[in-house]
Nanobody
Framework: QVQLVESGGGLVQAGGSLRLSCAGS????????MAWFRQAPGKEREFVAA????????YYADSVKGRFTISRDNAKNTVALQMNSLKPEDTAVYYC?????????????????WGQGTQVTVSS
């Protein structure tokens, strides 16, 4: 079992930056691959970015590639999402997720544990 708590959301103007953080507690953090998903009002949840347990690989949705960066600090049990050049279409609730699996990291069903979400609003 692992508990996840996101922070860092807020309101920002288009072109601005935000840094989301997810703190994990419970079982050994390093056994989990981590990811960020988001859900905008009236839309389905979508994959944003993922990072493997060893930090050897990262994956991004095409819509955020080159603007967002996922990273993790296993010593601090945290995973972060640096979001630059934000656009109004990035507005959503962002969720942190964890899985002990090593494949299917772009798929929400792969993940066993989810945080409560943090709101990101980008104004035009």
């Amino acid at each position: 079992q692992v508990q996840l708590v996101e922070s860092g959301g807020g309101l920002v103007q288009a072109g601005g930056s935000l840094r989301l953080s997810c703190a994990g507690s419970g079982r050994t953090f390093t056994i989990y691959a981590m990811a960020w998903f988001r859900q905008a009002p009236g839309k389905e949840r979508e994959f944003v970015a993922a990072i493997t347990r060893s930090e050897s690989s990262t994956y991004y949705a095409d819509s955020v590639k080159g603007r967002f960066t996922i990273s993790r600090d296993n010593a601090k049990n945290t995973v972060a999402l640096q979001m630059n050049s934000l656009k109004p279409e990035d507005t959503a609730v962002y969720y942190c997720a964890a899985t002990p699996r090593g494949t299917g990291l772009r798929v929400g069903a792969t993940y066993d544990y989810w945080g409560q979400g943090t709101q990101v609003t980008v104004s035009s």
